[in-house]
């Protein structure tokens, strides 16, 4: 399990700030949520992590420090060894290679060698065992829920620390989701810290512990997930909820609005 501290962390690409002084705390053997609409910040947040940002021409300031060790001036790889894996938005899965050879692809790089490859597979096929059903299957015949669990368990592969969620459960049924959700549980109990980025904020915030909201490049709240899924706010922008006394408002208004209009016609 990993300690993750995020300490006033501003990126840009270029001319486009994507983050303002955003820090975030993912305690050792929690789940830690991140909601935000599109364009929010969210996969950069991730990518800040990840040490990935390079690859996207994007550079920050801030310090992000992995039980206490600040990662600055690690490469992505180092960061992998040290147990941090990413699971990229939109799985990416690579397509024409088979299920098991994705799998495999997981295990490079990370700490363990061959035995602990061989056992993180066994759990891979625990977790999911469609993934050892379909091992010979090149991965871009399966289903968008099937790729979203081989884009998980090729992460499981590295037996992460940390494992780093872009939102995985974009684009999937509610059923293919809540069982992704269910999983995800499932690997946090088994002793991984997990940042989870959602713009699915019911999902996310039944999963988490605390959360913390984005809005374009700026933490706009934080606090124990039960409070934030409690609150007005988070339910009328993230949760799809309707402010019932508003909406009787505004119902009666147009009431008022067709009763003056039928008079005046
Ligand atoms: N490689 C890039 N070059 C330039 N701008 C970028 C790049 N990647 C992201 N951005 C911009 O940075 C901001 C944050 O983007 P980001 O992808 O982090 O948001 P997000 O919250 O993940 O959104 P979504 O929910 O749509 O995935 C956006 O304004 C986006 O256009
Ligand atoms: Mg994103």
């Known amino acids: 399990m990993a300690t993750l501290e995020i300490r006033e962390l501003s990126v840009g690409y270029g001319p486009v700030r994507a983050l303002r002084d955003v820090s975030v705390d993912v305690p050792a053997g929690a789940i830690t949520a991140v909601l935000g609409g599109n364009g929010a910040g969210k996969t950069t947040l991730l990518r800040a992590v990840s040490r990935t940002l390079g690859f996207h021409r994007g550079t920050g300031t801030g310090t992000i420090r992995l ?53 993180a597979l066994q759990r891979v096929h625990e977790l999911f065992p469609v993934l050892a059903q379909r091992a010979h299957q090149r991965a871009g015949l399966l289903s968008g829920g099937e790729q979203q669990m081989l ?65 374009v490049g700026e933490v706009a709240l934080d606090g124990p997930a039960d409070e934030l899924a409690a609150s007005d706010e988070v339910r009328r922008r993230y949760l799809g909820v309707v402010d019932e006394t508003a909406a009787e408002d505004a119902a009666q208004a147009e009431g008022i609005t067709r009763t003056l209009s039928r008079w005046s016609a």
């Open 151 to 215: 884009a998980m368990g090729r992460a499981l592969m590295a037996a992460p620390r940390l494992l780093l969620l872009d939102e995985p459960s974009l684009g999937l049924a509610p059923l293919m989701a809540a069982r992704i959700a269910e999983t995800i549980q499932e690997i946090n109990a088994g002793g991984t810290s997990v940042m989870l980025v959602e713009q699915n904020a019911a999902i996310a915030l039944r999963l988490a512990s605390t959360a913390y909201v984005l809005d």
């Open 67 to 119: 039980d206490g060790r600040p990662l600055d001036g690690m490469r992505p790889a180092e960061v992998v060894a040290a147990g941090v894996i990413q699971v990229p938005e939109g799985r990416q899965v690579f397509a024409r290679m088979t299920v098991a050879d994705n799998l495999r692809a997981g295990a490079l790089g990370a700490r363990g060698g061959r035995r602990a490859a061989a056992t």
